[in-house]
């Protein structure tokens, strides 16, 4: 009788063993699903979500793709981004996007090619016109905002073409206002704003939006040591783009305002515990070598004159007396405070067109 009964536990010892061992593989046969499953329910988009889609689809036809043509040893080509300006076809993108191009095409997002012709740019501010051949449906142009009511912590929308990917948005936050970046022509555009939407190498030209979708920048350049966005985007302020684009759809160019010198680098005042412009040259027969401007003396090593003030205004950077300047406007003057040889004195200088 006790032989029955051990049988019988031994018996239940090993089935309950190898049902521990056999457990993983019986869950796995009775979960395996081999054919498609149903889709899961899901719960309406956030409020956020819903912006961010509204935002995209309604831009994002405005935005274009630009390729240009480089004639040279060899042919080249590149790509950046523009956007609709208005209904007579001009389309604004940034001027090193099209420098130096042959010819010039324009992408729709309906994946429609139109070729394009320059219009004016200006290197001072990193922006060029173009205009569309022939007769095209576009869409409508991106409505702007102003950078005056910016704020930092705002999301901001990028919409472009990165690496040459058509349609790309990206979002952030304006991480910071007014900063300074030097632009090919050998100026600093003053209240740049920064982002840390994600912009890469094709994203050059193309609009940086506030979340009503209206214009508040476009997008010019990112500070990474690979090339790739590093979280530090730069974008040229709405209100310089409403300025200059006008003149440049007129003209052909935009006027660059003057006074006839060149400055040396910021490092060079520092070294020597000086708060201003350094004047580096004075201009034959300019406007500030008529006012008795000198420059820096390179054989001798002797500082000339340094500008640190304009209209009453401190000036420490170089982005401060180009924003004066341009204030004052070609035709009109200004009066700098000017030190030299420990002395300050005040001179008062018109300010000219020094664009070529």
Not at 223 to 243: E, Q, W
Not at 271 to 285: I, R
Not at 298 to 303: D, F, H, M
């Amino acid at each position: 009788m006790r032989e029955s009964v051990n049988r019988v536990l031994l018996a239940i010892l090993v089935l309950l063993i190898a049902l521990v061992i056999a457990q993983p593989f019986i869950d796995r046969w009775l979960v395996s699903r081999s054919t498609p499953q149903s889709i899961a329910p899901r719960a309406d988009l956030s409020d956020f979500e819903n912006s961010s889609v509204r935002l995209f689809e309604t831009i994002a036809p405005s935005v274009v793709q630009v390729g240009v043509l480089r004639d040279g040893p060899t042919v080249s080509a590149g790509s950046g981004t523009g956007f609709v300006w208005d209904a007579s076809g001009h389309i604004v993108t940034n001027n090193h996007v099209v420098d130096n191009g042959t010819s010039i095409f324009v992408r729709f997002a309906s994946g429609e090619v139109v070729q394009a012709n320059l219009v004016g740019r200006t290197p001072n501010y990193d922006l060029a016109v173009l205009r569309l051949q022939g007769s095209v449906s576009q869409p409508p142009p991106i409505p702007l905002g102003t950078a005056g009511e910016l704020k930092v912590g705002q999301v901001a929308y990028a919409i472009g073409n990165p690496f040459g990917l058509d349609q790309s948005l990206t979002f952030g936050v304006i991480s910071a206002l007014e900063r300074r970046l030097p632009t090919s022509g050998g100026r600093e555009v003053s209240n740049v704003i920064q982002t840390d939407a994600a912009i890469n190498p094709g994203n050059s030209g193309g609009p940086l939006l506030d979340s009503a979708g209206r214009l508040i920048g476009v997008t010019t350049a990112i500070y990474s040591p690979s090339g790739t966005n590093a979280g530090i985007g730069f974008a040229i302020p709405v209100d310089v783009v409403n300025r200059v684009v006008p003149t440049l759809i007129r003209t052909g160019r935009f006027p660059t305002p003057g006074i006839g010198i060149a400055v040396a680098d910021e490092f060079v005042g520092a070294q020597l515990g000086l708060s201003g412009v350094v004047v580096a040259a004075v201009m034959p027969n300019s406007p500030a070598g008529e006012a008795g401007l000198i420059g820096m003396d390179q054989t001798l090593g002797r500082l000339g004159d340094v500008i640190v003030a304009l209209d009453g205004k401190p000036v420490r950077h170089l982005a401060e007396l180009t924003s004066g300047l341009e204030t004052a406007g070609v035709g009109g003057q200004v009066e700098l405070t000017v030190q030299r040889g420990g002395r300050e004195r005040h001179v008062t200088v018109p300010v000219v067109d020094i664009g070529n």
